[in-house]
């Protein structure tokens, strides 16, 4: 198991793919298969039976994971892809943009 750079809740670029170029938020992160999934991004068509939630059926669009050599996180400053790098202080880690230097939350 490593330590992936990018968390639940961060914005994300996507570097290759059908998807190039469109931003996005992690809604979760699969650590075991690298893999992380992204508000509007990977979008698949699911087909589904009627139930009681969905009493209609048919096809429904969501999203499906993405790995994650393929998200660049998104810099704070200047809203563009950047690399991180990761500080400890202390106990605490901190995750800092490449290309600003500033701290990612």
Do not use: C, F, Y
């Not at 670029?13 to 992380?36: S, Y």
């Not at 943009?97 to 500033?102: H, M, V």
């Amino acid at each position: 198991m490593s330590k992936l750079h990018i968390k639940k809740g961060d914005t994300v670029i996507v570097l290759t793919g059908k998807d190039k170029g469109n931003k996005g938020k992690v809604l979760q992160v699969l650590v075991d298969e690298n893999r992380a999934i992204v508000e509007g991004i990977n979008l698949v068509s699911k087909s589904t039976k009627p139930s009681a939630k969905n009493p209609q059926g048919g096809i429904v669009k969501q999203e499906a994971p993405i790995n994650i050599s393929n998200l660049s996180l998104i810099d704070p400053k200047s809203g563009k892809a950047t690399r991180v790098a990761i500080k400890h202080d202390g106990k605490n880690v901190i995750r800092i943009a490449k290309k600003s230097g500033e701290e990612i939350k």
